[in-house]
T-cell receptor, first 112, second 111 residues
Framework: SQTIHQWPATLVQPVGSPLSLECTVE??????LYWYRQAAGRGLQLLFY??????ISSEVPQNLSASRPQDRQFILSSKKLLLSDSGFYLC???????????FGNGTRLTVT | SQQGEEDPQALSIQEGENATMNCSYK?????LQWYRQNSGRGLVHLIL?????REKHSGRLRVTLDTSKKSSSLLITASRAADTASYFC???????????FGKGTLLTVNP
């Protein structure tokens, strides 16, 4: 069966520090991969998605970037965090076609 | 941008009652999906309904889709305290790749 791992679960970082969140998927190949952010009490905002290695689509211009160095690995990064980067970050994968998203357990990022 | 918008934003009911949540969207879709999120956790997929379907059932869940009104509803019958969660609709906006989520409905089921 397929599983998705996302870490760390919580992170507290000072303003201006770098960020690296990692997500890996097991049990499937060539998944579509996604990073969403959820502000407190709000819906999910799609940040990046990838349909293949090295292919990244950015939905919202911002202080973040994403990379897909391997088929089942998706990384969210920032060189310098802003207070506004605080939030709940969710990684997800889906198979091709009209199929559901499968989410990780999320990372709670607090920028202080 | 928010494609789907759920209504109401919050709903509080007693155990055993039915809960109905609505979702409206703006553009053409291939499918609409409903997800559940327990506090502080990732989302879990509940049900997918294709644009050519009008109703779909899964256990105590019933989803309807009206593409002419660009709306969907999620009905949870005989609710339980364990159904307490946020519920989101998501649409694909005609894309194979992207799902856009609404802001969700917070359902509280009181024992």
């Amino acid at each position: 069966s397929q599983t998705i791992h996302q870490w760390p679960a919580t992170l507290v970082q000072p303003v201006g520090s770098p960020l690296s969140l990692e997500c890996t998927v097991e049990g499937t190949s060539n998944p579509n991969l996604y990073w969403y952010r959820q502000a407190a009490g709000r819906g999910l905002q799609l940040l990046f998605y990838s349909v293949g290695i090295g292919q990244i689509s950015s939905e919202v211009p911002q202080n973040l970037s994403a990379s897909r160095p391997q088929d089942r690995q998706f990384i969210l990064s920032s060189k310098k965090l802003l207070l506004s980067d605080s939030g709940f970050y969710l990684c997800a994968w889906k198979a091709g076609g009209y199929s559901p998203l499968h989410f990780g357990n999320g990372t709670r990022l607090t920028v202080t | 941008s928010q494609q789907g918008e759920e209504d109401p934003q919050a709903l509080s009911i007693q155990e055993g009652e039915n809960a109905t949540m609505n979702c409206s969207y703006k553009t053409s879709i291939n499918n609409l999906q409903w997800y559940r999120q327990n506090s502080g956790r990732g989302l879990v997929h509940l049900i997918l309904i294709r644009s050519n379907e009008r109703e779909k059932h899964s256990g105590r869940l019933r989803v309807t889709l009206d593409t002419s009104k660009k709306s969907s509803s999620l009905l949870i019958t005989a609710s339980r305290a364990a159904d307490t969660a946020s519920y989101f609709c998501a649409t694909d906006e005609g894309s194979n790749y992207k799902l856009t989520f609404g802001k969700g409905t917070l359902l509280t089921v009181n024992p």
